[in-house]
């Protein structure tokens, strides 16, 4: 197995907190953030092409997504 840093699996787990719907402040509370701005800039992010068509399909928009850049 690769090494894997400690900075790599905080990254990780609150990205996963936040695909999986986790409220803000909960993620910022696990984070130790003083704001909960910071916890969304800094570690939430669209991981893959299929979440931004999950999302939008909650709002009955057309199912296919621009190309990312």
Known sequence: ???ISSHTLRH???TRLGE???N???MQYVMGHSDAQITMNV???IAEKSHVENE???MNLPET???MV
Request: hydrophobic share 30%.
């Open 1 to 3: 197995m690769p090494p």
């Open 12 to 14: 990780t787990g609150c």
């Open 20 to 22: 999986n719907n986790v």
């Open 24 to 26: 803000p402040k909960v």
């Open 43 to 45: 570690y939430n992010h």
């Open 56 to 58: 939008m399909s909650k």
């Open 65 to 67: 997504v621009p190309a």
